[in-house]
């Protein structure tokens, strides 16, 4: 027999579970047997004490009928109507008495059935003493009274029978009670004892139980966690990170081994706890972060390659990710030194499949052709396509370097005997481009790269030729296009120069002149004098505002140098403090969700939400205190129906709503234009330019913005900025 597998048995944590579940079920049940027996004790004391109680009001309601009696006979002979008194008395404690016997006893049949019968002679002995008031005279007897008198005594006597009959059978019940109670005070305690020491038993044996296994788990714990740490690899634990509308936005680091140190410079206690994209920024790239949040709400596994440069070295890591416990695993391997042997293995490859891969492109693009040049002797092969280049029909001549040459246009042929002569010293073979002439008398672009090989002992020049002529007028276009782009960016910036220097510097002059005639000769004008003085006052304001808006549009570039890890929540909090005293006097409110981090230009983010608040607040509602909400959220682009250049799978949605006067919704797209309002500048002030920077701005950053709105009720503001 293989005790082996009962030891195993024994040992396995199901053994661990059933023992315990049947030792809850076992306590359960003698705890049941328990409370029976105390309650069943608790029961037998109840009817010893009502037993003790029956005899007592026994014994008080045959007590009444003596006294009852004998306040009759004395109050009968004697002529005292105090005995009277007395026998009404006792006749009121008997009727109570009996009232509260008859109640003690209704569980209690026997008793009930003598109470009955008590009853009758109680009311027939009443009676008797009754008719016998008057009946006796005092020193002479009266027949009639001792009828009276005797049916009294045989009442009484019948009374005393049943009373001592009743006591018998209580004192029997009484017995049977103190024998169970008996029995039962000697069964609970042991019980008790039983129950105690099974407890202690079984309690005792999990202990030990637990212990053991905690003490295994201990072990494989301290095992594992030197696995984890001797590893080659880095292994990270991350829990989730959610948003105010429980959504995973980012995740947290909960456990990292020693490996982060070794390939990443990064102590792995200082790791714990901060989100990845802090200490892990390069998550943020190739959308990362997001195939994490998916493996993570999926419950998957996925892998991916990672490029990542430490300390101006740049190491190559593959990526696992699995969902478990309540977040994701990462394990990392460092696959630099396969990716380095794996480059140079390609780089010898293609070394080797020079001549394969230029037969292939020769045959999938159309316009090259290929040739073979012997050095020595200058014999060439050229393929099929090279003939049609230059106009022949495929082996039309045998090729060679002087019949090629008379295809070169004579402008070039100095330069093409220059690079013949520049292969023929066997030097690194370069890049050339020439004109030929095509036996049709047509003007072409050749483009040519070739290889050294050795065949049959033979040095060999192979390569390609490919006809460029609409390639080389393309650039010729592009470049007269860049010409024309260069100039434009001159003027435009000529433009600058002047509204920042040319245009200002007058008006700041008038503004000046409007300053010193406000403080010392606008008193001495006439009333319309004053008006027209303050129309040409905001005018020139309007004017130096429209200048400088002009100016702020015109330097919003679409470079993306300067990108960088926006924390959007900053943005809003400096946009909030510049317009604080403005937010104090209209007595304002904006409130913003826990917004995103975003690649952008700071500053361009910052002038894109404070002209969106200022918006706000500029046409607020004048019956209702301004509030503005922020809120924000990440969407798919499948949730997107706005068509707009999309560079990542998934956007972050920001609004701006307000409670202002709103606007007729089919302007939505109009108020995005250069100086286009829909409201005269009477009514509000401005240069049209505001909502246009904030197109341009979101634009820059490959985003989508649009507006809805509806009049009297507020407008809303989407913004969509790639993840």
């Not at 007897?141 to 001792?146: E, F, G, L, R, V």
Request: glycine letters at 4%; a neutral charge; proline letters at 2%.
């Amino acid at each position: 027999m293989d005790f082996k597998i009962f030891r195993r048995i024994a040992q396995s944590p199901v053994v661990d579970r059933i023992a315990l579940a049947l030792a809850i079920v076992l306590l359960l049940f003698i705890t049941t047997v328990l409370f029976k027996q105390i309650r069943d004790l608790e029961v037998s004391a109840e009817m010893v004490s009502h037993s003790l109680t029956v005899d007592k009001e026994v014994n008080k309601l045959f007590t009444q009928y003596d006294l009852m009696e004998s306040a009759e006979f004395r109050s009968v002979i004697l002529k005292d109507s105090t005995f009277e008194e007395s026998y009404i008395d006792h006749k009121l404690q008997n009727d109570r008495t009996f009232d509260r016997l008859y109640g003690l006893v209704k569980e209690m049949p026997y008793h009930r059935r003598n109470l009955d019968t008590v009853s009758k002679l109680k009311d027939s002995l009443h009676t008797t003493l009754t008719a016998l008031h008057g009946k006796v005279k005092p020193m002479e007897a009266d027949s009639t009274a001792m009828v009276y008198v005797e049916r009294a005594a045989s009442i009484l006597k019948k009374l005393r029978g049943f009373k001592r009959n009743m006591l018998a059978n209580n004192e029997n019940f009484l017995q049977d009670k103190l024998v169970t109670y008996r029995r039962l005070t000697f069964l609970t305690p042991l019980t008790t004892l039983f129950l105690a020491l099974f407890s202690i038993v079984m309690f005792t044996i999990a202990f030990f139980r637990l212990r053991r296994h905690k003490n295994k788990i201990q072990t494989s714990e301290a095992l594992l966690q030197n696995i984890v740490q001797s590893t080659d690899n880095i292994m990270n634990y991350y829990e989730p990170i959610y948003d105010s509308n429980a959504k995973v936005i980012d995740f947290r680091v909960a456990f990292a081994n020693i490996c982060n140190r070794d390939y990443l410079n990064l102590e792995p206690d200082e790791l714990l706890g901060k989100p990845i994209t802090e200490v892990f920024p390069f998550i943020l790239k190739n959308n990362e972060l997001h195939r994490m949040i998916d493996c993570f709400l999926e419950n998957k596994t996925i892998d991916f390659e990672r490029q990542v440069t430490v300390e101006g070295q740049q190491f190559w890591f593959h990526t696992f990710v699995r969902a478990m416990d309540g977040g994701i695993l990462e394990v990392v391997r460092n696959n630099t030194e396969e990716y380095n042997a794996k480059e140079k293995l390609l780089r010898a490859n293609q070394e080797l499949e020079v001549q394969n891969f230029i037969m292939s492109e020769a045959k999938k693009v159309a316009k090259i052709g290929s040739y073979t040049w012997y050095l020595d002797t200058g014999e060439a092969e050229i393929s099929e396509n090279y003939y049609r280049i230059l106009g022949c029909e495929p082996n039309e001549f045998k090729p060679s370097l002087e019949r090629y040459r008379s295809f070169v246009h004579p402008d070039d042929l100095k330069q093409y005997d220059e690079y013949g002569e520049w292969h023929r010293a066997k030097k690194e073979p370069r890049d050339h481009t020439y004109r030929i002439i095509s036996k049709s008398g047509e003007v072409k672009h050749i483009r040519t790269k070739g290889q050294f090989i050795q065949k049959d002992g033979r040095t060999v020049m192979i390569g390609v030729v490919q006809d460029v002529s609409d390639q080389i007028a393309a650039e010729n276009t592009l470049r007269i296009k860049n010409f024309e782009l260069e100039r434009s960016n001159v003027e435009l910036e000529s433009f600058n120069r002047v509204v920042s220097h040319d245009l200002q510097e007058p008006l700041r002059k008038i503004q000046m002149f409007i300053s010193r005639i406000d403080g010392e000769e606008k008193n001495k004008l006439s009333e319309r004098g004053r008006v027209y003085f303050d129309r040409i006052d905001k005018v020139a304001a309007r004017m130096q505002s429209l200048i400088r808006n002009l100016l702020n549009y015109s330097r919003i570039d679409s470079t993306h140098d300067d990108f960088e890890v926006v924390d959007l929540n900053s943005v809003m909090k400096k946009v909030s403090e510049e317009n604080a005293e403005r937010i104090k006097a209209e007595d304002a409110e904006i409130v913003w969700d826990n917004l995103p981090m975003v690649h952008g230009v700071g500053f361009q983010l910052e002038q894109l939400f404070g002209n969106l608040v200022s918006n706000s607040l500029k046409y607020r509602n004048p019956k209702v205190a301004p509030k503005i909400r922020v809120a924000s959220e990440m969407v798919g682009n499948d949730q997107i129906a706005e068509e707009f250049l999309k560079p990542s799978k998934y956007c972050f949605k920001i609004t701006f709503s307000d409670n202002g006067i709103g606007f007729d919704d089919t302007n939505a797209k109009k108020i995005f234009e250069v100086f286009q309002r829909l409201h005269s500048k009477n009514q509000y002030s401005g240069t049209g330019i505001g909502l246009a920077i904030c197109k341009k701005i979101v634009e820059n950053h490959h985003g989508y913005i649009q507006a809805s709105g509806e009049k009297g009720k507020g407008c809303v503001f989407t913004i969509y900025l790639p993840v």
